[in-house]
């Protein structure tokens, strides 16, 4: 299931460094959240969820420019606790090697700006 980690700047760092985070919830697909959205697609409930998830990130900022940033990760299902509206409780740490991708939410745009996972560790230095 592929779902969506605001994340701050140093914690960012550190699952680099760890290539493991004890991450306690995210922004996931779940059963009350697509009931509640059953208009949408697969393409559309991620997209509600990254945006989410971004608005989220803004609040884990360090500097007003750096934007909010989100890693989309694809989850296991050992990994999957209770779930509540858009939210899932982690009961694993996440593993670098489900990272698919880092979303950047700037305060002054709508869009998520998207980075593949082997640019994260060349670009992070940019997003304070």
């Known amino acids: 299931m592929r779902a969506y980690?605001?994340?701050?700047?140093?914690d960012l760092l550190g699952f680099?460094?760890?290539e493991s985070f004890d991450a306690?919830?995210?922004?996931?697909?779940?059963?009350?959240?697509?009931?509640e959205n059953l208009?949408?697609?697969?393409?559309e409930i991620e997209y509600l969820l990254s945006i989410s998830a971004g608005e989220a990130a803004l609040d884990l900022r360090t500097t007003s420019?750096?934007?909010?940033?989100?890693?989309?990760v694809e989850?296991?299902?050992?990994?999957?606790?209770?779930?509540s509206e858009n939210l899932?409780?982690?009961?694993?740490?996440?593993?670098?090697?489900?990272?698919?991708?880092?979303?950047?939410l700037y305060?002054?745009?709508?869009?998520?700006?998207w980075f593949a996972t082997q640019e994260i560790e060349l670009e992070i230095d940019s997003w304070i």
């Open 75 to 83: 989850l296991n299902d050992s990994q999957c606790g209770q779930s």
């Open 65 to 72: 420019k750096a934007p909010g940033l989100v890693l989309a």
């Open 107 to 113: 305060p002054s745009e709508e869009e998520l700006v």
């Open 16 to 18: 680099l460094a760890k």
């Open 88 to 104: 899932l409780m982690l009961i694993e740490p996440l593993t670098w090697n489900q990272v698919q991708c880092a979303l950047l």
């Open 24 to 35: 306690s919830e995210v922004f996931a697909p779940t059963e009350s959240f697509i009931n």
């Open 5 to 10: 980690l605001p994340i701050s700047h140093l």
């Open 39 to 43: 208009d949408c697609d697969e393409e």
